[in-house]
Each structure stands twice: as C-alpha cells, then as structure tokens.
C-alpha cells in the first residue's frame, strides 16, 4: 500500500507548490561533492547520543526492517520542486522508539558518508514522513540521490534530507549541519520560505 502524503502542504496552510519554487519533472542531483562508495560487508547504520539504546544496523539487517511506502513531494531550497516521488523505507519513528531516545533530547544530527550533515529538532523528526529511503518509485534507490540509504523531509526544503546516511546522533542542544553553519535555515519550512538563516 502507498501512503499518500503530497496534502503535507495543509498542516503548514500552504499550497501543495510552495511560494518561490517551480515543478519539475526532472529530478536533479544536488550534492556539495562526489557520490561516495561504499561497501556492502562493511555499511553500518548507527543510532547514537542521548539514547537509552545505542543501535547498530548492517546493511542486510537495515533491510530487514519493517518498510512503508509513500507518496512525497521533494522541495529543493533552490527553487524546484518534485511532486510524487514514491519512497520506500523505514519511518524514523520506528528508529527513535527502538532506541529509547533520552527525554532530555531535543534535537538530532545526521551524518553520512561524504561527510555531509544537517540538523533538525527532534519534534521535526518524529513525525510522520520522514523516512530511511533505499527505494524509489519501486527501484533501489540511485547512487547518486544517496543509495544506498538516504532520508527524506517533505515538511522541509530537501538540504534537511541526508543522502548516503549512515547516522542519527540524538543531541540535548542545537548544534548546526554542513549547510545551517553556511546560512541556510535551521528550520527550512518551505511554506513560510524558511531558506537563510
Ligand atoms: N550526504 C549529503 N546529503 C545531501 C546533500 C549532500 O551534499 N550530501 N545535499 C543536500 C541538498 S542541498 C539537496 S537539495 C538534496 C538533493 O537531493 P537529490 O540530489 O537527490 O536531488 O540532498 C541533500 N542531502
Ligand atoms: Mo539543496
């Protein structure tokens, strides 16, 4: 079954296009570097920082994980957006209550392979919609839109969305991503065009 999330806009009294931004049908690769390599044997996916449970997923175990299926629309803070991408993968809901995050946690840091982070409070992560993606539109998710495991926000512009994740580190104080410290919004809500800081 396909969970339809492209009415997300309605929470934010927004259209479904944000002001400022065009449709695309393409959909563009937007990376600050190369796609990084990775290795099968040797990928791992960490939950850590204030949580009662630190977790560790190799790639086949990741897989393993309960999946959902859903329909997204992608913001980009550069100005184009993508309606119905089809994303397949784990809520991060599901992560957050495996883990047993610490009530003194109140924002979350990911990391990835090239080196890539972003921030967001933890109110904007556990909630619905934001995923652990490997599939799109039923195929594995391409290498250079961050196969093999990336996240997606459609409540946010698409920087917050951490290509080729390998980690969710949950922290008791705001600290600011690769992008939020070069002036982009922590909080990125593309209805209120939350693009600098
Ligand atoms: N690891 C990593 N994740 C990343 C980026 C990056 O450079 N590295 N770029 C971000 C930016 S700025 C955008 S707009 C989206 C673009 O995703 P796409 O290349 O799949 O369109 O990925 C985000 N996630
Ligand atoms: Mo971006």
Not at 78 to 100: H, M, Q, R, Y
Not at 177 to 191: D, H, I, L, V
């Amino acid at each position: 079954m396909i969970d339809d999330l492209t009415d997300i806009h309605a929470e934010f009294d927004g259209d479904r296009l944000p002001p400022g931004q065009r449709q695309t049908e393409r959909f563009p690769v937007l990376s600050k570097g190369d796609t990084p390599s990775w290795d099968r044997e040797e990928w791992a996916f960490e939950v850590c920082g204030a949580v009662a449970e630190q977790l560790s997923f190799g790639y086949d175990e990741f897989r393993d994980l309960p999946a959902v299926t859903q329909r997204q629309d992608f913001h980009c803070v550069t100005g184009w957006s993508k309606f119905n991408c089809v994303f397949t993968g784990v809520p991060l809901t599901d992560v957050i209550s495996e883990a047993d995050v610490s009530a003194e946690a109140n924002h979350v840091m990911f990391h990835a392979l090239d080196g890539y982070t972003t921030d967001l409070p933890l109110s904007d992560c556990d909630r619905d919609g934001v995923l652990l993606v490997y599939e799109r539109d039923g195929d594995e998710l391409q290498a250079d839109h961050g196969g093999p495991l990336r996240v997606v926000t459609p409540h946010k512009y698409a920087y917050k969305g951490t290509k080729w994740v390998t980690g969710v580190e949950f922290l008791t104080d705001s600290q600011r991503g690769f992008w939020e410290k070069r002036g982009y919004s922590s909080t990125a809500n593309p209805w209120n065009e939350e693009r600098y800081s």
